[in-house]
């Protein structure tokens, strides 16, 4: 704020008079105070907190839900506790009201073909470093727009990396007015250049040449092949992996024999078994929309 180039006066929008302060600060706080209190905020904040975690397309009353957790800065959860200080805009009831809301939890939306969201790359490849704790690995987050399409706190504009309206032409989505905003930079290469991405991280090496600590995470269940299958349906889909997705995986895993009487053969066999299976799951459907 530069108060030299302020102007004086008061102003007047949405219906409320910010009054002549002689100072530009306290102007633009009373002006934030407006905005922040006005209807649409609640609603419009709670659905694209909704977008970004749990559905592209909530209902009215799943909006409604959320943003009442806003206005309120309260809300109960299942068990009968409170989250919330009681005061407007409080996010934590907010993230509690979307997460708790009976259609988020509910089985029901499994078979609701409008439910769920595309995971955004990047989202895709954190997800995995997490599990790997490969914070330090050789392929940094943060030059990716090429493969990725997205470079962390760098969107193309002040509406981030896509429109939260999106809607895809010539879809079934689309045809239904549905919205797909992560779908705005998704792209034939870029699909590509994900699998390409997420196979170097998957089969590559540290830049100090050791191995991801995702062996070492996973060795308690390699050996099992059904238990290893378990594991990773929990951590990368929680627990949502079809049948048919789930034999597949499975199959591509046993057909990794282990040698019994070479300890260095088998220990490569185990993390074979490792990079196949992590990176079948990375780029699976299951793992790609979270419902």
């Given amino acids: 704020m530069h108060n030299e180039h302020h102007s004086a006066g008061t102003k007047s929008f949405l219906g409320s008079t910010v009054p002549d302060y002689g100072d530009g600060d306290q102007s633009i706080d009373h002006a934030l105070d407006i905005l922040f209190n006005h209807d649409n905020v609640a609603p419009f904040i709670g659905k694209q907190l909704i977008q970004r975690m749990t559905t592209s397309n909530p209902s009215p009353a799943y909006i409604a839900r959320v943003a009442t957790a806003f206005n309120t800065g309260e809300f109960e959860l299942p068990d009968g506790s409170t989250v919330g200080s009681g005061v407007r805009g409080d996010l934590a009831p907010v993230w509690a009201a979307i997460l708790f809301d009976p259609v988020a939890r509910s089985a029901d939306r499994f078979n609701d073909l409008t439910w769920g969201k595309l995971r955004e790359p990047f989202v895709r490849q954190v997800h995995w470093q997490r599990l790997a704790d490969a914070e330090g690995h050789r392929h940094q987050i943060f030059n990716q727009i090429v493969d990725l399409g997205q470079v962390p706190y760098r969107p193309p504009s002040v509406f981030n990396f896509y429109r939260p309206g999106y809607v895809l032409p ?75 997705t789930r034999l597949l995986l499975l199959d591509a895993i046993e057909s990794i024999t282990l040698p019994d009487n070479d300890p260095v053969a088998r220990d490569s066999a185990l993390w074979e078994r490792s990079k196949r299976a992590h990176l079948l799951l990375m780029t699976s459907v299951e793992f790609m929309v979270q419902i």
Avoid at 177 to 199: D, K, S, V, Y
Avoid at 200 to 224: H, N, S, W
Avoid at 235 to 240: E, K, P, R, S
Wanted: glycine share 8%; net charge negative.
């Fill in 170 to 244: 010539n879809s079934h989505m689309g045809n239904m007015g549905l919205a797909l905003p992560e779908m705005q930079i998704t792209t034939g290469p870029q699909i590509i250049n994900i699998f390409h991405r997420m196979r170097q991280a998957a089969y590559g090496t540290r830049g100090d040449g050791q191995l991801f600590p995702t062996y070492v995470k996973d060795a308690p269940f390699i050996e099992d092949a059904q238990a290893y299958v378990d594991y990773l349906d929990l951590v990368y889909t929680a627990n949502q992996l079809t049948d048919n």
